[in-house]
């Protein structure tokens, strides 16, 4: 069934209003009609099955018919602060990421990260991955919308990092060196609500600068695997063994 | 330092010879000399460092200094069945999935998979997919090239899976059924050597019957957590969570 995050403030207790764009996609691209059903989520953990009432061009009412059960987020609230790459793969990153359950993305502007983001780039490419994030979201059954926030440097990232007590950076020369154990060792210590912030290099790597930066601040120097991943592949690779461990392990153990 | 896969036939005792495209690379795009040093395996486990000797356009001749050590295959052999994906999907999956340890693909013709492939674009597509996957594997430095097959339907695949004793589907009506233990349960069951064959679906997913074919053939149906992922990811968060199964998981135990 299709799906639309809703901002909360267009929810009353009976009825949700929806306007802008996805108004034009349920009337004109879906074709939707009244008595058609959707589901609203309003991106603060709620999703809604919903029954249409009026479908206009710019404008849907629907009857909310049932809260749906059902928690699709991550045990654990993972920010990616990823290098930022070439080209569009942030867009990659952010649809793919966004669907394997990260709560947040800080592009992180590396010594060997190729491209900057100026201000009016910058600007434009949020606008771009906030949608990306929310269509992604919408895609694989989400409850919340992974927020997007402005580039940062290692100082800024370093400064970001102090309120986390979890955190960790994936550096391909922890994997070369056969060391694989801090992944795992720094999941076991976590429970769930607890939150981590996993740092990603760009297509070159973190220097080793940078990595001795990020260590002395508490992040914990991880390996991926003994494979060397492309720089969009890593971040996938972070949160599906997170899910694995926390949704999927644990659920064998429980039974 | 870059990395080739050369038949072994072109190895003897002391010296590498690399023709083709990998020379006209070595000569004319990374413009090598002698004396540079690249890595050079032979699809059969191993890999050596190698010092050029003669460096022309079609043609290097190069010295064996020593073998690597270290093993980055994963563990278990994993075949992925993919239900064929729209557009240049497959090029992705095969990428990514060869990044992350995948051993074989197999196009597998479900159902719902939009795309045909006719014999003409088949033995075409195979061409591209095996440039793509020996490319993904010197880039990630694995010891083997994933072997891509020819399209199967699902009567065929049932057929191939006869000899594998480990067999599974990924199956979203599963996942939203919230069982999620079968795919970690399995994974305890296997062990180092052990072969897998993960089902895949297309865009659609797979039909109901599909799923009960393949599961009175004895594929178990398994969830890969509790949000839709799409087709070409689902490969990757497969593999990645195999990987941290057996190869950091496994390390923190051994610790």
């Known amino acids: 069934m299709q799906r639309y995050f809703?901002?909360?403030?267009?929810?009353d207790e009976k009825r949700v209003v929806i306007t802008g764009e996805d108004a034009r996609h349920i009337h004109k691209v879906m074709r939707m009609k009244p008595s058609d059903m959707i589901v609203c989520a309003n991106n603060k953990g709620d999703a809604y099955l919903c029954k249409i009432d009026l479908c206009e061009d710019g404008k849907v009412l629907a009857s909310i018919c049932e809260r749906l059960e059902g928690d699709p987020e991550l045990p654990i609230r993972v920010t990616i602060a990823q290098g930022i790459p070439k080209a569009d793969k942030f867009d990659t990153i952010v649809q793919k990421g966004t669907e394997c359950g990260?709560?947040?993305f800080i592009p992180f502007q590396a010594e060997r990260s190729v491209a900057i983001w100026k201000q009016d780039k910058k600007d434009k490419?949020?606008?771009?991955?906030e949608k990306i994030s929310k269509e992604a979201a919408?895609?694989?059954?989400?409850?919340?919308?992974?927020?997007?926030?402005d580039p940062m440097n290692v100082s800024?990232?370093?400064?970001?990092?102090e309120s986390f007590k979890?955190?960790?950076?994936?550096?391909?020369e922890t994997a070369k060196a056969g060391a694989q154990a801090g992944f795992p060792t720094l999941l076991n210590k976590m429970k769930e609500g607890d939150h981590l912030l996993a740092v990603i290099g760009p297509e070159g790597g973190l220097t080793s600068l940078e990595a001795e930066q990020l260590q002395e601040h508490g992040f914990i120097l991880c390996g991926l695997g003994p494979r060397i991943l492309r720089t969009e592949t890593a971040a996938l690779y972070l949160l599906s063994a997170i899910s694995y461990?926390?949704?999927?392990?644990?659920?064998?153990v429980d039974e």
């Open 125 to 129: 490419k949020r606008v771009r991955l």
């Open 6 to 11: 809703v901002p909360s403030d267009q929810f």
């Open 102 to 104: 990260a709560a947040e």
């Open 138 to 149: 919408e895609q694989s059954h989400r409850l919340c919308i992974p927020e997007v926030r």
């Open 245 to 252: 461990h926390f949704e999927l392990l644990h659920c064998e």
């Open 166 to 172: 979890n955190k960790m950076v994936a550096f391909e």
């Open 156 to 161: 800024q990232l370093i400064a970001f990092g």
